[in-house]
């Protein structure tokens, strides 16, 4: 197996969120939301043993690691070298009661034994204010309490506490039962408790991926890759978050450490799109809620990427107690991005609600009163279409008109004129066309390189971008189009590493890029299928797949030569990349029954 690097499994249940690695050691869980303060922060503590919980099995020879099929639910199993052997359960709760999802902020571990008389040891080491170890506890009859000035946690368990708080090895002869969360009394019997939501919770995600419209070919790629992009909603105000991390490097050294625990616009757009296509339409209605709080406050700029309350603030600093992942830092925590102009937002938000004009699955359909809100988007990416912003990938010390950010703009006013005509109204319609024939006719004149014999990344620019590939999608040009059969061309001979796609080539703020951008391979894919290479696009997806982790996750980046994972992990763009192309390359259930 590939040395993946970032070999974890991510558990929750829309409102929070944890990864456990393959020997169920929980290093990274923000409480109680998302973008919370990580409680276990071991993921980016550098060589510091703090920031997590695990359970030590004294003389382990092995261990096996894997989620529960078609779940979020991550089941261990640790052996000793005698053959003893314990079971560890992870997941965070998540079912219908009294009619609504129940989804608390709450992390649940069932510890078991499985074989012989396994001797562990149960470690829990919070930390609170990014990196700092709790100072004060207390413990109750069936509980530990950890105090700050932020946060109360308690741990609830049946496992016996001063063993806990000590670390002391102990034989394990009965099943124990952990949860950590709020500081509330536990309610129930706690054994009988968390078996129940344990149940119940893998009944709801078998029942939520039965109603997947998927393909024939990758059904477990696609499936999984649904699940991390469902576990990325933060379904409470219908934000979807671009990762869980922070600061996980997008190459070794490289100062690329930036925080994903947030919503962009443009990566949202991604995922809805991805759900929507294998028929999780739910989470689109939830987005576009969020949307329109931010969209109907006419007095602001729209910004390229929000918290998931969206009026929290995102102002950028670093952690100093965390030394980084494998010690590479800085950590940091919130965005400069969303100081940034990224014209692009407009029309992502625009293309994200269009199919709540077409689907007629939908409980609420879109209606006169979203098309006019969405017009006020359209009337933003109509003035900003030409202007110079910091571009899909967030260049830092320039701006210019990027070909990707102008391409989604008439995106978003041609999607309003198509809007307009099935709402039947013409004239909002001819007025929308008015606004994006001039934009997409400056657009192809002006990406344009006669030299390169390429659209480039910017307007006058030589640099090449991966982001290009992306205007058959959109509709701006046909596939055919002998200058996107060009572009491709020069970006297989200038951007391709061993089967890996930079997003650029070209030196940015930070020097050379070094590892190369999982979405950029299956936007690659999609232009070669379109291009009829259909061989060539399955053989190149397929080979992608192998550089999945265990649990069946990418994160954002890959080093080429190694093939290991960098970046922010787990990632919604490259997870809605895979699913988006593994529908579009599929055989059809009916080849697959009739023609084998």
């Known amino acids: 197996m590939t040395d993946h690097g970032l070999d974890l499994a991510v558990i929750g249940n829309g409102r929070t969120a944890a990864l456990v690695t393959p020997t169920a050691r929980i290093v990274w869980w923000c409480f109680p939301r998302f973008d919370s303060d990580p409680i276990f922060c071991r993921l980016v503590a550098g060589d510091e043993e703090k920031g997590f919980t695990d359970v030590v099995l004294d003389g382990m020879v092995d261990f096996q690691s894997e989620y529960l099929r078609n779940t979020a639910i991550v089941s261990t199993v640790l052996t000793d070298q005698q053959g003893g052997a314990v079971r560890i359960t992870d997941f965070a709760p998540r079912h219908q009661q009294f009619g609504r999802v129940f989804r608390p902020p709450q992390l649940i571990r069932i510890i078991e034994p499985v074989a012989g008389l396994p001797r562990v040891t149960v470690r829990f080491r919070p930390t609170h204010h990014y990196g700092h170890p709790f100072k ?163 007095n602001e700029p729209m910004r ?13 600093r670093t952690a100093s107690a965390l030394k980084g992942y494998r010690g590479d830092g800085p950590v940091r925590i919130g965005n400069a991005a969303a100081e940034q102009v990224q014209n692009d937002a407009y ?26 809100l969405l017009e006020m988007l359209g009337t933003k990416a109509g003035e900003l279409a030409l202007e110079a912003d910091n571009g899909i990938w967030e260049y830092r010390g320039r701006q210019r008109i990027h070909t990707h950010s102008t391409a989604m703009c008439w995106a978003g006013c041609h999607r309003l004129a198509a809007i307009a005509e099935q709402l039947g109204l013409p004239d909002r319609a001819a007025h929308w066309n008015s606004v994006a024939d001039p934009v997409l006719h400056a657009l192809l004149q ?23 590939l992306l205007l058959p999608d959109l509709g701006a040009i046909e596939a055919e189009d002998p200058r996107f ?40 894919v999609d232009a070669w299928w379109s291009l009829g290479r259909r061989d060539e696009a399955r053989e190149l997806f397929v080979d992608a797949l192998a550089y999945r982790n265990r649990y069946g996750l990418l994160s954002e980046d890959i080093d080429p030569q190694t093939g290991v994972l960098w970046g922010n992990f787990p990632q919604t763009y490259s997870m809605a990349g895979l699913i988006l192309s593994a529908m579009r390359l599929s055989r059809s259930w009916e080849d697959r029954y009739w023609r084998g």
């Open 446 to 468: 002006s990406a344009w390189n006669e030299k390169r014999q390429a659209f480039t990344a910017a307007f006058g620019s030589d640099d090449l971008d991966a982001s290009v």
């Open 304 to 316: 390229p990427v929000y918290g998931v309350v969206p009026i929290d603030p995102m102002h950028e």
């Open 347 to 372: 029309g992502s938000i625009i293309l994200a609600a269009m199919p709540m004009f077409y689907d007629r699955r939908l409980p609420r359909p879109g209606d006169e009163g979203l098309f006019r």
């Open 485 to 524: 059969r060009s572009t491709v061309k020069v970006m297989e001979s200038e951007l391709l590493r061993k089967k890996h796609v930079m997003r650029y080539a070209a030196a940015d703020d930070f020097g050379l890029p070094a590892t190369a951008f999982l979405i950029c391979r299956f936007w690659l």
């Open 136 to 298: 004060q506890h207390s413990s109750g009859s069936n509980h530990i309490r950890f105090l700050s000035e932020e946060t109360t946690l308690r741990l609830t368990s049946d496992a016996p506490l001063s063993y806990i708080e000590r670390e002391a090895p102990f034989v394990l002869t009965r099943p124990l039962h952990l949860v950590f969360g709020v500081d509330e009394p536990f309610q129930g019997v706690l054994e009988t408790t968390c078996r129940e939501f344990c149940d119940r919770t893998i009944d709801h995600w078998l029942e939520w991926s039965r109603g997947l419209s998927i393909s024939y070919d990758w059904q477990d790629e696609i499936i999984r890759a649904a699940i991390t992009l469902k576990l990325s909603n933060f379904e409470e105000t219908g934000g979807i978050i671009a990762a869980h991390t922070t600061s996980i490097p997008e190459a070794p050294a490289s100062g690329r450490n930036w925080d994903y625990r947030y919503c962009w616009m443009r990566d949202a757009y991604f995922v809805v799109k991805a759900l929507n296509r294998i028929g999780a339409t739910q989470t689109m209605e939830d987005f576009i809620s969020y949307t329109l709080g931010i969209a109907s406050n006419t």
